[in-house]
């Protein structure tokens, strides 16, 4: 069984940065895909970035430019960087592993005022 802990969520001004961490209880796989996704109330969970090995990534049209997925294998850890937030960006941030099965975090609340 996977735990995925992620971190770094808070509240924070509109143009402001958070960095959001998912740290795995397992040994991760360069090549298993990780992701954020995330979730605002009354919306359906959507994709924000992903990463595979090392040079796939993909995102979301809406955070192009602004947000960062990296991974460090060494510390079974990705991390999302978050630049210029916008209120928009609230929500709820889950953590994704994919393997033989779809592994998520729990969650970590973000909110971007104003």
């Known amino acids: 069984q996977v735990q995925l802990v992620e971190s770094g969520g808070g509240l924070v001004q509109a143009g402001g940065s958070l960095r959001l961490s998912c740290t795995a209880s397992v040994r991760i796989f360069n090549f298993n895909p990780m992701g954020w996704y995330r979730q605002a109330p009354g919306k359906q969970r959507e994709l924000v970035a992903s990463i595979r090995g090392t040079t796939d990534l993909n995102y979301a049209d809406s955070v192009k430019g602004r947000f960062i997925i990296s991974k460090d294998t060494a510390k079974n850890t990705i991390y999302l960087q978050m630049n210029s937030l916008k209120p928009e960006d609230t929500a709820v941030y889950y953590c994704?592993?994919?393997?033989?099965?779809?592994?998520w975090g729990q969650g970590t609340q973000v909110t971007v005022s104003s």
């Open positions: 994704q592993y994919g393997g033989l099965k779809i592994y």
